[in-house]
């Protein structure tokens, strides 16, 4: 028996020999699937990608991950080693940029909805500011004031069992939201805040409709 985290388990993972005990080495089809450049297929790939999910290191060693979306094509290539994500309104935290401000090194999960593929890439960020890549990114009218450029060092479409497990398109198998805390509970119960949860999510509802761009 081992303790994880103060739970008690069978057995702790904690050497790649032991962790090939109960995976196998991957097959001819998947091994060597990495490269490190934006080829035609990714190209594609992201064009028509309207979410990308962006990891970033904390100062504390932790990572964070937040969610980036926009019209399908949002994401820029601009060259097969570059690409470009506009930074829209959100709620100043800016974790990401002082993330990347510390520690370039980001990873990169796109989404197509309605489709069970996606890719990822890993490489390293800087936060850039120039106008005529800013105004090609205009949606709605709104021009982006700052863009994130990731240079590429890893890229690999990853396969669909995820989603087809999570059944993440299949409207018949989504739960039932009723008991789903919004995110005015949130904020409400881990800001400490005073205000009513009515209020909050009417914060957030206005600033939904208000401040999308």
């Known amino acids: 028996m081992a303790d994880v985290f103060g739970i008690s388990?069978?057995?702790e993972v904690t050497t790649q020999e032991c962790l090939?005990?109960?995976r196998n080495l991957p097959s001819r089809f998947v091994a060597n699937k990495v490269i490190d450049h934006v080829d035609d297929l990714a190209r594609r790939f992201i064009a028509a990608s309207s979410m990308v999910l962006l990891a970033t290191r904390?100062?504390?060693g932790g990572v964070d991950i937040t969610?980036?979306?926009d019209p399908p094509g949002f994401v820029q290539v601009l060259n097969d080693r570059v690409i470009a994500?506009?930074?829209?309104p959100g709620n100043n935290r800016v974790d990401a940029?002082?993330?990347v401000l510390r520690d370039p090194g980001v990873g990169l999960y796109f989404i197509i909805p309605g489709h069970n593929d996606s890719l990822r890439i890993s490489g390293r960020a800087r936060i850039v500011k120039d106008t005529k890549l800013l105004t090609g990114m205009e949606v709605r009218g709104h021009v982006p004031d700052l863009a994130i450029l990731v240079k590429v060092d890893a890229l690999l479409s990853h396969c669909p069992k995820a989603f087809v497990r999570a059944g993440m398109w299949d409207r018949d198998s989504w739960p039932h939201l009723d008991e789903v805390p919004s995110a005015g509970e949130f904020l409400k119960a881990h800001g400490n805040l005073p205000d009513p949860v009515s209020e909050v999510e009417g914060i957030v509802?206005?600033?939904g409709q208000t401040r999308l761009y």
């Open 58 to 60: 904390r100062k504390d």
């Open 205 to 207: 509802a206005r600033d």
């Open 85 to 88: 994500l506009p930074d829209r």
């Open 20 to 22: 090939r005990k109960y």
């Open 97 to 99: 940029f002082e993330n």
């Open 67 to 69: 969610p980036r979306g």
């Open 9 to 11: 388990v069978e057995e």
